[in-house]
């Protein structure tokens, strides 16, 4: 097997990054290169901050501060949260190193002696009231081709399209709306027209991409390419290694793109050995290199970058670009400007879910073949049907019987589920060789329903001698292959599981086909836990009642009696209850109490609510509180208050 080099898009150091990003470009990355190595393969993971992007000027100007500061402060934030969330990287690292610079300048150098970039001058957008040329975001207008009335300098966000400024309709100022003027600047140009006929053959071969991300290029082909300009007059960015350019720094994309280069070389170089780099690099090795981007850089991925390898000749050309859509919330972008997005934005989600929740939801979601949309209602419902309910409930029922019937070690048993866990195992491989990685969660998930079929059938709680054996046995057998197969989604829990079988650490690299060995006969169980335990959640957007300084909000907790209940109308483990907490009228609150108590069991009792939370609606039902109640094993009781 050839060696892997998986490469994610690079955050803008504008802001923290949002679930939509997460689910776009950077989980699908972590999840992949997570995936060869437990396969046992040579893996280069790598990424960083973009720091040169005119969106980290535009916040830096609005905070009346250098961006270098504004850049460095949301680089850390980031980084900690890919820590948090459990990433991966060999090396996140940013554009602001002079590791960076010197490899910027050599691939500049080269292509400029090849005679692939040229001078040219030409007409810039520039506002006479600040007297400053507009680059990138520094100028809006109408999108010639979706009518977009705020589309930016350098792309759209609405159809992703790469902006020409010249083209633009109503060209203005982002800063202060006034009219742009087109004045003569001199910049360097990358011949994209050169480079058309090998990048028409190296497209050609490419038969294994995506439709979507294929098509994108293959239209930008056939609208022939133009030569494109690679720098901007600012003065934040990398400077142009040549005399007489000093107000003048390379476009972000040209050098944000060769980042993939410079931070493979900077882990070469943390790792002591400067040259390995060259292993996941030249032409003439075996690698694939994976670009995990979102739908608004399938240009710069597709088209500037294979062309800037093409001009060099030396380097190995992207193997995929597995480009995927946009997450939307109520079919818009998610935005900091809108006070309800923010609350899916990374650094909040951890705040309040534990990191495999978060990352199963974006796994799940991910717009792989079109855009998706973000709710929370979903987002607590899969999190308690799925995880919960079906393989948390299933690892918890099986290890807690095997603790109590069989000494707490893993039973005999003969390998009676092994032909049908190899079949799934084949697919689910075959899933993730082709990047079909929402294909091979759905697998996965399908195998957690199934071996809840299983274990309702065999009913080991009602069994015993063999039959009881051999049902736990084929159990166990299903959760570790399971556990192995959502590693690269849920590696948190996925150790977990691997813990309470006994094993001392979670699938290791190289891993992946032992997920099918038969487990050790009487093999102790470690400590059996709930593997998402509901205390470890929240119920949704922040509490209402939380603090103006942004503390942890306070909790109300009051006493009730329940005056009504009925069974929800969608859901068969939930109550619809009528509490009375002496307000006008009784409040809703659903519960997940229909496994435990009988209606009668509950109607005219004393109950504790959690009643300072945000109403949300479950399944279509709006929720006004939380039934408070303790877990214990497979027994939940609500808590009663004292008496007066």
Known sequence: MPRVLVAVAWPYANGPFHIGHLAGAYLPGDTFARYHRLRGNEVLFVSGSD???????????????????????????????????????????TTHTANHEHTVDEVFLLLLERGYIHRRTEESPYCPKHQRFLPDRYLVGTCPNCGLEEARGDECDRCGRPMDAKTLGSPRCSLCGTPAEFRPS??????????????????????????????????????GLHATPITRDLEWG???????????????????????????????????????????????????????????????????????????????????????????????????????DLDVFIPSLLSR?????????????????????????????????ILSNQYGNLVQRALVLVRDRCGGKIPEGRAGIGPHLRAVHEQITERYERVQLKEALDLALGEVRE?????????????????LLQALNDALASIRAIATWLSPVLPFSSVEV????????????????RALEPLI??????????????????????????????????????????????????????????????????????????????????????????????????????????VLAA???ETVTRLTPPEG
């Open 51 to 93: 720091m040169h992007g005119t969106p980290t000027l535009v916040r830096a100007e609005a905070e009346g501060i250098g961006p270098e500061a504004v850049a460095n402060r949301y680089h850390e934030i980031n980084r900690s949260s890919f820590e948090r969330l459990g990433f991966t990287f060999d090396t996140y690292t």
């Open 186 to 223: 001199e910049h360097f140009y990358l011949g994209l027209d050169q480079l058309q006929p090998k990048l028409a053959e190296y497209l050609h071969q490419q038969t294994h991409w995506r439709p979507g991300t294929l098509r994108v290029a293959q239209n930008f082909l056939d609208e």
């Open 238 to 340: 990398v400077p142009i290694p040549l005399d007489g350019y000093g107000s003048k720094r390379f476009y972000v994309w040209f050098e944000a793109v060769i980042g993939y280069l410079s931070a493979s070389r900077e882990w070469a170089i943390r790792a002591g050995r400067p040259e390995a780099w060259h292993q996941f690099w030249d032409a003439r090795e075996p690698v694939r290199q994976y670009y995990f981007v979102g739908k608004d850089n399938k240009f710069f991925h597709t088209i500037i970058w294979p062309a800037i390898l093409l001009g060099l000749g030396t380097y190995v050309l992207p193997y995929d670009v597995p480009a995927n859509e946009w997450l939307l919330i109520a079919g818009k972008k998610i935005s900091k400007s809108r006070p309800a």
């Open 353 to 385: 879910y534990a990191p495999d929740l978060i990352r199963f939801y974006a796994a799940l979601l991910a717009p792989q073949n079109h855009d998706t949309e973000f709710d929370w209602d979903e987002f607590h419902r899969v999190s308690e049907e």
């Open 451 to 467: 071996a809840n079929r299983r274990f309702h059938e065999a009913r080991p709680w009602a069994a015993s001698g063999a039959a």
């Open 498 to 513: 691997h813990r309470m079988l006994g094993f001392p650490s979670g699938p290791e690299p190289g891993e992946w086909d």
């Open 521 to 626: 006969t009487g093999q102790p169980l470690g400590e059996v836990r709930p593997l998402f335990p509901r205390a470890a959640r929240t119920v949704g957007p922040n509490p209402t009642s939380a603090p103006s300084g942004g503390g942890v909000p306070s909790l109300v907790i009051r006493a009730g009696t329940i005056r009504s209940v009925a069974p929800h109308p969608d859901a068969d483990r939930l109550y619809v209850l009528g509490v009375d907490l002496g307000e006008e009228t009784p409040r809703t609150i659903v519960a997940g109490m229909r496994a435990h108590y009988a209606p009668e069991e509950l109607e005219g009792r004393r109950i504790t609510v959690l009643a300072n939370l945000a109403p949300r609606t479950i399944r279509r039902v709006t929720s006004q509180g939380m």
């Open 631 to 633: 877990e214990a094993g």
